[in-house]
């Protein structure tokens, strides 16, 4: 039974990648993880916040920057240790396994701090995952320039490095598979879809804005089966599934949707590395019983790419959903 797959140029032994997370926080988790059979690590992000804070404190040091350092004094205060322990846990962790480890960067606006990108490249990162997390919230920003901010961020992070570059986008753009062109063309390697928003809670009683952290279930899984499957063969990228892995039964679906790997996360945070081995064992029984001798014979296989008018299925499904309703 062959497993391997190739992701952002990568040839990994199997597709599952443990996501983006506190779940490997040095040497000892990484080992864990990849004895478990992990393919390759992503690694939690340095936030452009955090990088944005260092550069802060060297500039107050001198007398003229005062306006600057009061400027980041805004920001709230993270609990991220910074970037010289990120760069740190990056070389560790690459020194203490055999697999791909890729970094992250968690940023929105194109700047100076993209120049870390370098720095992860240099501290023995494989490839860069790239998250661009943003929400909206100034009325007098459209679309358009959101979009043009994020491509120019790409740009300048892909320029920083020689390093295969994935992006995390959010779901919410006007159309997804122009926005993943424009990716590539700013120099992506790869997309991972999609972002997770975590949206906060309101406390009626302590009148507060509540962080609320839940982890994830097989049902958000779903729609990034429905935009896999539109991307695949159709953009050429790279595609990793995050959100909503759960089993093998999810890894089948996002391969044959399209993506090249899965991430986990939730499910990991649950039930612990050792989950990694039971999902890959799942996934064998199932191909060797289903008469499949390789991912690669599965991917992409329900995806939408040989379809000349994916826009009529999608609309053909639609109608369909809501005539199966039967009371
Ligand atoms: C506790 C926690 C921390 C996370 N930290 C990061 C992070 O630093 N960077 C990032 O891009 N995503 C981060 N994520 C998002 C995950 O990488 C992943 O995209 C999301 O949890 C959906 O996958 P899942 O359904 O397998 O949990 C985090 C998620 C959780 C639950």
Redesign the pocket.
């Known amino acids: 039974m062959d497993l391997s797959t190739r992701h952002l140029g990568l040839e990994l032994r199997n597709p599952l990648v443990v996501?983006?997370?506190?779940l490997v926080t040095g040497p000892d988790d990484a080992r864990a993880m990849e004895g478990a059979g992990a393919a390759a690590l992503?690694l939690?992000?340095l936030f452009e916040e955090e990088i944005l804070a260092e550069v802060g404190a060297h500039l107050a040091a001198e007398a003229h920057a005062e306006s600057f350092a009061e400027a980041l004094s805004y920001l709230p205060e993270s609990g991220h240790p910074g970037p010289g322990p990120y760069l740190d846990l990056v070389a560790s962790v690459k020194a203490a396994v055999g697999i791909p480890v890729i970094g992250?960067l968690?940023g929105f606006t194109p700047g100076g701090w993209t120049s870390y990108a370098r720095k992860i490249q240099e501290a023995g990162a494989d490839a860069l995952?790239l998250?661009v997390?943003f929400v909206a919230t100034d009325p007098t920003e459209n679309g358009h320039e959101v979009v043009m901010r994020t491509v120019e961020t790409v740009g300048e992070v892909c320029g920083a490095v020689d390093i295969p570059v994935a992006v995390?986008l959010s779901p919410y753009f006007s159309s997804f598979p122009h926005m993943a062109t424009r990716i590539r063309d700013a120099g992506a390697s790869g997309l991972?879809v999609f972002?997770?928003f975590f949206q906060p809670d309101l406390d009626i009683e302590a009148l507060e804005v509540v962080p609320s952290?839940r982890?994830?279930t097989s049902d958000?899984l779903l729609e990034r089966l429905r935009l896999l499957s539109l991307l695949h063969g159709r953009v050429d990228l790279s595609l990793a599934a995050?959100?909503?892995?759960?089993t093998a039964v999810d890894v089948i679906k996002a391969l044959m949707a399209g993506a090249d790997v899965t991430?986990?996360?939730?499910?990991?945070?649950i039930h612990g590395p050792e989950h990694l081995t039971r999902t890959l064992s799942a996934l064998e029984f199932w191909m060797d019983d289903h008469g499949y001798e390789s991912v690669e014979q599965m991917k992409g296989s329900l995806s939408l790419a040989r379809a000349p008018n994916p826009q009529a299925i999608v609309r053909a499904n639609y109608m369909q959903v809501l005539d199966s309703w039967d009371g």
Do not use: I, Y
């Open positions: 996501g983006a997370s506190p992503v939690h992000s992250s968690n995952e998250n997390h995390k991972v972002n997770r952290l982890l994830s958000e995050t959100g909503g892995v759960h991430q986990m996360v939730s499910a990991l945070l």
